[in-house]
Nanobody, 115 residues
């Protein structure tokens, strides 16, 4: 099991940047995959970025070149650096962990991008 706590959301103007953090309650070294999802009002939750235990990453097409997922194993933390933010990026962002084929979620952090 793991508890995930997100932070770093907020209000930012279009073109700006934010960095989200996801702190895990245990070592993330062996976790199969961790990632960030987002859910905008009236829309389904979607994958934004993912990083595997082998440090492979993948991104949604809509964020490629703008967002970067990374991790700090010493701090048991996964980050999402978001640059060149657009109004379409407005959503609640959730941290996710895939542990032994079970899904774990954080409580979410709101990101609002104003025009």
């Amino acid at each position: 099991q793991v508890q995930l706590v997100e932070s770093g959301g907020g209000l930012v103007q279009a073109g700006g940047s934010l960095r989200l953090s996801c702190a895990a309650s245990r070592s993330i070294f062996s976790i199969k995959a961790m990632g960030w999802y987002r859910q905008a009002p009236g829309k389904q939750r979607e994958l934004v970025a993912r990083i595997t235990s082998g440090a492979s990453t993948n991104y949604a097409d809509s964020v490629k070149g703008r967002f970067t997922i990374s991790r700090d194993l010493a701090k048991n933390t996964v980050y999402l650096q978001m640059n060149s933010l657009k109004t379409d990026d407005t959503a609640v962002y959730y941290c996710h962990a895939d542990i032994e084929w079970r899904d774990y979620w954080g409580q979410g952090t709101q990101v609002t991008v104003s025009s």
